[in-house]
């Protein structure tokens, strides 16, 4: 059994799409971490900090949109969404999905909270730096890590997606369009969509800062 702990149109999204890729069945558990009541504190048995995606395989709990990646791009390889240890693709697939989280949304974040830091105050870096890392990348590659769509795509569209188009903190740069446009060109990413938009309505709304 596969349980999905999720909160639509969040940080657990990139995971929800991946999850659809991956065509296998999977239980979804609503955290309505927007709600005004908060979350209940059980869910911290789960996640440790309260927040969403987490995944429980089998009684196997993973946290961490990257490490949830890894593991089910790796527990399900027939969908063929992660190269193989031993490819040498690998190190570029680990090295670009891991950085969605540790570079991209926190420089994101930083930017739009007009956060002002140097280069090398923070672990992630600048804004700027981040925004011509990936243009390079996208201009040179049609995915995230070469010809072939892997776990890192949910990732890194589901991220430039809702920066560039929702929050307007990414520049609305041709390559990040194309890219998307490539990215999300995919049955499961509508299936993903039509079942988000259906859950959003069982839970709190969003609410965007102005
Ligand atoms: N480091 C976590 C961060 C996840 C995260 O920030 N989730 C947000 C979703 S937008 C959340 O649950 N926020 C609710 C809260 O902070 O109370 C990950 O990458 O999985």
Redesign the pocket.
Known sequence: MLKFYC?PW???SG?FWLLEELGRPYQIEL?D??SPG??PESYRAI?P??????IDHDGTVV??????CIYLADAFPEARLAPAIGDKRRAAYLTRLVYC?SVF?PAVAARAQGLEYTGNSFSFGLFEDMVANLEKLLAAEPYAVGDSFTAADTQLASGIHFTMNILNVLPKLPVFEQYLARATDRPAYRSYQAKEAELARQVTPIQFRR
């Open positions: 909160l969040s940080r657990a995971v955290v971490t927007r908060g979350v996640q900090n309260k927040k969403v995606p987490a946290t961490e949109r990257a490490a949830i989280d949304d």
